[in-house]
């Protein structure tokens, strides 16, 4: 199984303003999750995009694939202090278990 | 909905001592998994159990070992602690180990001294 990398490793933003974190990977793959997690919280699934999608979009979050770089970015729009978490991609290849990087650590400052 | 529901969600250990760490879904999923988080760091896949039944190794199985008691519970047990196991424990489930998303529960905290 492969693991997402996720970039940058923290990011400090204000309210309002977007929030952009990117994610690569080595190899192909079947679909790509993000997930977030609050603190001292488990993982919450937001969005699951397949190999053959380039865009997804759910509500402020809008998930972008790029097989051909191996990369995939979430954009969260219009951030909120409620957004602060860390953020997980997960590269899933063929019938294997999910593997996780160590995140985006996302802080909105209100 | 419950959800993935895990029990305790606080323990200390000696070392040396042994622990079961349980989890339940109540979502009928067919596929469940343990990870462990240790700080700043993300979640690595101890076991998982892709079905009733089956059980199949992670990227860190050394020192644990699992049960998939039926197609609610998968319990996680630990023989002889070790402080290098000490971490958060998260159990997950999904409907199936591809194009599902995991449902997580809100971890075990597990000293081990």
């Known amino acids: 199984s492969q693991q997402g990398e996720e970039d940058p490793q923290a990011l400090s933003i204000q309210e309002g303003e977007n929030a952009t974190m990117n994610c690569s990977y080595k190899?192909?793959?079947?679909?790509l999750q993000w997930y977030r997690q609050n603190s001292g919280r488990g993982l919450v699934h937001l969005i699951l995009?397949?190999?053959?999608?380039r865009e997804k979009h759910s509500g402020r979050l809008r998930v972008t694939l790029d097989t051909s770089k191996k990369s995939s970015s979430l954009l969260i729009t219009a951030s909120r202090a409620a957004d602060t978490a860390s953020y997980f991609c997960?590269?899933?290849?063929?019938?294997?278990?999910?593997?996780f990087g160590s995140g985006t650590r996302l802080q909105v400052q209100p | 909905n419950a959800g993935v529901t895990q029990t305790p969600k606080f323990q200390v250990l000696k070392t040396g001592q042994s622990m079961t760490l349980q989890c339940a879904q109540d979502?009928?999923?067919?596929?469940m998994y343990w990870y462990r988080q240790d700080p700043g760091m993300g979640l690595r896949l101890i076991y998982y159990?892709?079905?009733?039944?089956?059980?199949d190794k992670g990227e860190v199985p050394n020192g644990y070992n699992v049960s998939r008691l039926n197609k609610r519970e998968f319990s996680l047990r630990l023989e002889s602690a070790a402080p290098s196991q000490t971490s958060v424990y998260f159990c997950?489930?999904?409907?199936?180990?591809?194009?599902?998303?995991?449902?997580f529960g809100d971890g075990t905290r597990l000293s081990i001294l």
């Open positions: 995009i397949r190999s053959n999608e």
């Open positions: 997950a489930s999904s409907a199936g180990t591809n194009n599902q998303p995991q449902h």
């Open positions: 159990s892709a079905s009733e039944g089956t059980t």
């Open positions: 190899t192909s793959i079947n679909n």
């Open positions: 979502m009928n999923h067919n596929s």
């Open positions: 997960a590269p899933l290849s063929g019938r294997r278990a999910l593997t």
